[in-house]
Structures are given as structure tokens and as C-alpha cells.
């Protein structure tokens, strides 16, 4: 195969190595027209409300920017980072704080906004901390859900897509951060013996 402009080889993106392999889950007109979709029904059940809308960094940043502006209405931002410890089944599953909100909750309606639901165990965490902060309401967006991957006992109000069990890149989320700037939803192999993007 040719390659192109870009030295990258037809079908490969920006980012691509060699023995990695990239294809299309979602695409870009698929995510942008199901977003409009979850816009406008948070927008039917909180039709005067000022949503909060929280950000999980780094992943979530497009969905957020996007679901925004389709939203209409007032809304504002906050953003906050957590990381995850050993997400396996074997594992404590421990999430850390590593950057909390800079406004308060407390009375607002809020919408969580997260690139993907795995184990659960961040917006487990997530939830609880929320609610101890005493919003109005609070709700959880999230734009990709792997339901059997389900260990915590906690689903999304709002869902993009359900997905099977593959590990995943692209429109914010990242494989050692690389891959967010992708348009697409893309599922990630990797290959050779014992080698998987987790
Ligand atoms: P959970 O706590 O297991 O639900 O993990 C949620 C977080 O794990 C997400 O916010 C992502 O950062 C990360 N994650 C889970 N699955 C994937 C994936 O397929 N691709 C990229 N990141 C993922």
C-alpha cells in the first residue's frame, strides 16, 4: 500500500505503530449523532435548569464539548482527575483523587460526564463523593458502556453505546495517552504473545 501525505499508510491514523491495529467501532457521524440524541432527552427531563456538568479528565473532554453545545439552555463546566489502581478482577480497585472540583455542588443539578463505563469502580467512587456534597440532583452521561465488564453495582442515567468487551480509542480516550485526538471510536489490538491494551 502507498502511503499517504501524512507518511502514514492508507487506513492507518495519526499516532498508529506497527504492531498495533486499528478499526472502526463508531464512527465520527454515528458519535455526533447520538450525542444530539442524549442532549435532547437530559434536556427534556431538566428543561430550566442550569446543568453542571462535571468532567472525569482526561477522556471525557469531547463528549463534554460536544454534548455542551448541543444541550442548549445554561450550562456550566467543572472538571475533576482521578486515577485508578489495578482495575483487574483480582484487584482492590482502588481510585484516587488527583484533582477535585473547583466550585461547589451543593444545590445543583449536576451531570456526571465520563468517556466509559468499565468495572464501575470510578463512578462508584465518584457517586459517593457527589452525594455527600448534597446536589439537587445528580445524573451520569457516559458515551460508551461495557456492560459485562460490570463489577460495582452503579449503571449511567445517560448512554451513548453499548459495547462488547475491546479495549477502545479514540474521541477522548487514550492507550498510553495516545489516540485521544481521533474522530472515530476505534477498537485496539495489539499485536504479539501476551500483549493487550489494558
Ligand atoms: P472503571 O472504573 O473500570 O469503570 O474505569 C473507567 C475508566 O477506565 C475510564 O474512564 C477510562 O479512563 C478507562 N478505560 C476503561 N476501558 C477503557 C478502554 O477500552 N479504553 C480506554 N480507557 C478505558
Redesign the pocket.
Known sequence: MGKTKKGLRAGEKPGHQADETLRVLISKARIQKRVGEIARQIRRDFPKDIIHLIG?LK?SIFFLADLARELGGEVSFDFLGVS?YG?GLDST?E?KLTKDLDVTIEGKTVLVV??????????KYLLKLFEERKPKHLRVAVLLD?VD?RIADVQADYVGFEIPN????GYG???AERYRNLGDVCQLRIAGPGKK?E
Open positions: 472525569v477522556g485508578s482495575k480497585g481510585v465520563e468517556d466509559i463505563l468499565d468495572t464501575g469502580l470510578t463512578l461495557k465488564r475491546e479495549f477502545v480509542v480516550l487514550d492507550y491494551a
